[in-house]
């Protein structure tokens, strides 16, 4: 059965940074429903499901074998981190894991999305779009600031749909492990958003952050 599969999988709330940080439970937000035909669904999975898809399936996805997670030789930290920091989702077609998605909060007003990934045949179907809305809205309850990912600049893919997102370009990171990353910021403050578009961007208006109404508070 779909759900003993699953149960399998789901971690069993030891409780991540940001759910520590944010009085969140993940388990009363998953599983849901993030594909346009009801196909797929979203739920909390354990460091070892994730650690053993990204191994077994990145270098299909990314079509790069020897690049950033698969890179990174065995280390008792990492699975450490992954294990009581992160937070870990999987996308199941039935019984089948699909794909995944890694992130975790840095701070106390920011959240990263670390790592994801969608077996080619589950892509187009809006499933990482579905997932990321309702992770956005989530974490706008909370009162999240900021979201932010890096994405290699020649993901055309990704750029495009960090973009759509609303999503700004906010930095370059540049790393042994990674190589040449592009940062890109949702802000989920609008007042974390105007100030940023104030100091960085020569056409800013203060008319037009990417979202508003939500906060009225400064930024931290």
Same mark, same amino acid.
């Given at each position: 059965?779909?759900?003993?599969?699953?149960?399998?999988?789901?971690? @069993?709330?030891?409780?991540?940074?940001? #759910?520590?940080?944010? $009085?969140?439970?993940?388990?009363?937000? %998953?599983?849901?429903?993030?594909?346009?035909? =009801?196909? +797929?669904?979203?739920?909390?999975?354990? !460091?070892?499901?994730?650690?053993? %898809?990204?191994?077994?399936?990145?270098?299909?996805?990314?079509?790069?074998?020897?690049? /950033? &997670?698969?890179? &990174?030789?065995?280390?008792?930290?990492? !699975?450490? %981190?992954?294990?009581?920091?992160? $937070? &870990?989702?999987?996308?199941?077609? /039935?019984? #089948?894991?699909? =794909? +995944? *998605?890694?992130?975790?909060?840095?701070?106390? !007003?920011?959240?990263?999305?670390? !790592?994801?990934?969608?077996?080619?045949?589950?892509?187009?179907?809006?499933?990482?779009?579905?997932?990321?809305? @309702?992770?956005?809205?989530?974490?706008?309850?909370?009162?999240? #600031?900021? +979201?932010?990912? $890096?994405?290699?600049p020649t993901n055309e893919i990704e750029v495009l749909a960090f973009t759509r997102f609303g999503f700004l370009v906010t930095g370059q990171t540049i790393s042994e492990r990674w190589g040449s990353l592009v940062k890109f910021t949702k802000f989920l403050n609008p007042a974390c958003e105007t100030t940023f578009?104030?100091?960085? *961007?020569?056409?800013?208006?203060?008319?037009?952050?990417?979202?508003?109404? %939500?906060?009225?508070? #400064?930024?931290?």
């Amino acid at each position: 059965m779909a759900e003993a599969r699953r149960g399998e999988l789901r971690a @069993r709330g030891t409780g991540s940074l940001a #759910e520590r940080l944010w $009085d969140l439970d993940w388990r009363t937000h %998953f599983p849901a429903v993030v594909s346009r035909d =009801g196909d +797929v669904s979203a739920d909390i999975i354990s !460091s070892q499901a994730f650690l053993a %898809f990204a191994v077994a399936h990145y270098p299909v996805i990314f079509k790069a074998p020897n690049r /950033g &997670l698969l890179q &990174l030789r065995q280390h008792v930290s990492r !699975s450490r %981190f992954y294990e009581q920091e992160a $937070d &870990l989702f999987g996308f199941f077609h /039935g019984q #089948e894991l699909v =794909g +995944v *998605c890694a992130a975790n909060a840095t701070d106390w !007003s920011t959240y990263y999305l670390r !790592s994801a990934g969608i077996l080619p045949a589950y892509q187009g179907q809006g499933v990482w779009r579905s997932f990321l809305e @309702r992770l956005l809205v989530i974490l706008r309850e909370q009162t999240v #600031e900021r +979201v932010e990912g $890096d994405v290699d600049p020649t993901n055309e893919i990704e750029v495009l749909a960090f973009t759509r997102f609303g999503f700004l370009v906010t930095g370059q990171t540049i790393s042994e492990r990674w190589g040449s990353l592009v940062k890109f910021t949702k802000f989920l403050n609008p007042a974390c958003e105007t100030t940023f578009r104030r100091q960085f *961007c020569s056409a800013f208006s203060e008319a037009s952050p990417s979202q508003s109404g %939500f906060w009225d508070s #400064e930024p931290s």
